[in-house]
């Protein structure tokens, strides 16, 4: 599987990349009408295929050097010019990347359960559950793929291992710079479509549907169930 940070480097010299895109077809899918040299139909090929990652692959806590590698094999052609064009459009991908989420919420996420809970359930914390109803079944295709989108599957993997859809709704917020949320045509709420979720969980209110009640869970255990 292709890794971030993932590119494209031509005989020309010429480097492509996009962030978001892992995969070095989808790269030379993206940009081949743009350049022949990204045919590939010669022995050895006119381009290489070049990942530079963290050492210890964990993109938000990386440790050590940035590994350059070639994948596949090196080329002739491929002399010491060619690396550093690659690194300094790492650079370039970087700044890009990690500028598009909320770094310190990420390495500090709100725990709902180290929140003390209200102490009554009231008409506004149920209107925010009402409207989590209405947009819930969206939030799994939806923050996944406009994630996806905007860092690549490698850097998402590292801000969750695994996630449900209250988690997915706070993990949401992580990425301000997405403003267009795949899938959500039909959900009519200004801003991030999924917030209501994100102010219940910062209420120390973690809702969960058994697809018959909806219950509203503290650290203290269920704090209200019903039907809304």
């Given at each position: 599987?292709?890794?971030?940070?993932?590119?494209?480097?031509?005989?020309?010299?010429?480097?492509?990349?996009?962030?978001?895109?892992?995969?070095h077809?989808?790269?030379?899918?993206?940009?081949?009408?743009?350049?022949?040299?990204?045919?590939?139909?010669?022995?050895?090929?006119?381009?290489?295929r070049?990942?530079?990652?963290?050492?210890?692959?964990?993109?938000?806590?990386?440790?050590?050097?940035?590994?350059?590698?070639?994948?596949?094999?090196?080329?002739?052609?491929?002399?010491?010019?060619?690396?550093?064009?690659?690194?300094i459009?790492?650079?370039?991908?970087?700044?890009?990347?990690?500028?598009?989420?909320?770094?310190?919420?990420?390495?500090?996420?709100?725990?709902?359960?180290?929140?003390?809970?209200?102490?009554?359930?009231?008409?506004?914390?149920?209107?925010?559950?009402?409207?989590?109803?209405?947009?819930?079944?969206?939030?799994?295709?939806?923050?996944?793929?406009?994630?996806?989108?905007?860092?690549?599957?490698?850097?998402?993997?590292?801000?969750?291992?695994?996630?449900?859809?209250?988690?997915?709704?706070?993990?949401?917020?992580?990425?301000?710079?997405?403003?267009?949320?795949?899938?959500?045509?039909?959900?009519?709420?200004?801003?991030?479509?999924?917030?209501?979720?994100?102010?219940?969980?910062?209420?120390?209110?973690?809702?969960?549907?058994?697809?018959?009640?909806?219950?509203?869970?503290?650290?203290n255990?269920?704090?209200?169930?019903?039907?809304?």
């Open positions: 599987m292709c890794q971030a940070f993932s590119c494209i480097i031509t005989i020309a010299g010429d480097c492509y990349w996009k962030a978001g895109l892992d995969s077809e989808d790269i030379i899918d993206l940009f081949k009408p743009k350049d022949k040299l990204l045919i590939d139909d010669k022995d050895p090929a006119d381009f290489v070049v990942e530079i990652n963290p050492e210890n692959n964990d993109y938000l806590n990386p440790y050590g050097k940035w590994i350059f590698k070639l994948n596949g094999k090196k080329p002739k052609w491929f002399n010491n010019k060619f690396e550093p064009i690659c690194w459009e790492f650079e370039k991908w970087r700044n890009e990347v990690y500028s598009s989420f909320n770094w310190e919420d990420i390495k500090n996420p709100i725990n709902p359960f180290e929140i003390k809970p209200p102490k009554k359930i009231t008409k506004k914390h149920l209107a925010l559950l009402k409207q989590w109803d209405s947009v819930w079944a969206s939030v799994r295709a939806s923050v996944w793929a406009s994630v996806w989108a905007s860092v690549g599957d490698s850097v998402r993997d590292s801000v969750w291992a695994s996630v449900w859809d209250s988690v997915l709704a706070y993990c949401g917020t992580f990425f301000p710079n997405i403003k267009e949320w795949k899938y959500t045509d039909k959900i009519k709420i200004k801003g991030y479509p999924y917030q209501s979720a994100v102010d219940l969980w910062k209420l120390g209110l973690v809702p969960s549907y058994d697809g018959n009640v909806w219950r509203l869970h503290s650290k255990g269920i704090e209200w169930e019903g039907k809304i």
